[in-house]
């Protein structure tokens, strides 16, 4: 099955710095990926969307500076929070595709930790 | 390898019948269990989760029942509506709570 994978799981950084976050597609190739936050117990926010090779398309709300994504391939996409604040702290989970309207394969999420 | 299957792509149901949706995992160390509904368009909605010490949990329309010796969930719901029509997700983590694992989604159309 299509398996997808983020690095790192779980990640502590300090107030101010700056932490990327990887997503892989490890056996398709992803045409577009998603990226989600999510709160404890709550709805998973779709934060963008990602298609290899173009400018991803965040959704309201969004800072676009502050979460910068980079889809560089089909098989990876970044995430980088820069200039991390503790409110950032949460989990974030990408999904990857390997066509429009095609399934959603989730990669298994990373915990920021803004400290 | 997928940890969490939703082996049903799509599912029609008529309007007022119940919708059962069904969710295997893999990995005993999973204790906490969640559903969620998207629309197209927007990410997935929380809609209602079990831990492993249940066996059934429910709101509303909408029950999950956990079978652990079956490593499987269900989603049941009774009376399906035109609007529950959606994909839905199922999910599992572990005590720690740091990884979710995600099926990959059933497509369920509910048929006024």
């Known amino acids: 099955g299509a398996v997808v994978s983020q690095h790192p799981s779980w990640v502590i950084c300090k107030s101010g710095t700056s932490v990327k976050i990887e997503c892989r597609s490890l056996d398709f190739q992803a045409t577009t990926m998603f990226w989600y936050r999510q709160f404890p117990k709550q709805s998973l926010m779709l934060m963008a969307t990602?298609?290899?090779?173009?400018?991803?398309?965040?959704e309201q709300g969004v800072e676009k500076d502050k979460f910068l994504i980079n889809h560089a391939s089909l098989t990876l996409s970044t995430l980088t929070v820069t200039s991390a604040h503790p409110e950032d702290s949460s989990f974030y989970i990408c999904?990857?595709?390997?066509?429009?309207?095609?399934?959603?394969?989730f990669g298994p999420g990373t915990r920021l930790t803004v400290t | 390898d997928q940890q969490v299957k939703q082996n049903s792509p799509s599912l029609s149901v008529q309007e007022g019948r119940i919708s059962i949706l069904n969710c295997d995992y893999t990995n005993s160390m999973f204790d906490y269990f969640l559903w969620y509904k998207k629309y197209p368009a927007e990410g997935p909605t929380f809609l209602i989760s079990?831990?492993?010490?249940?066996d059934k949990n429910e709101d509303g329309r909408f029950t999950v029942f956990l079978n652990k010796s079956a490593k499987h969930l269900s989603l049941h719901i009774v009376p399906s509506q035109p609007g529950d029509s959606a994909v839905y997700f199922c999910a599992a983590s572990d005590y720690t709570g740091n990884q979710f694992y995600f099926g990959t989604g059933t497509s369920l159309t509910v048929i006024p």
């Open positions: 079990i831990s492993s010490i249940k």
């Open positions: 999904s990857a595709t390997r066509q429009v309207r095609d399934e959603q394969y």
């Open positions: 990602s298609n290899e090779g173009s400018k991803a398309t965040y």
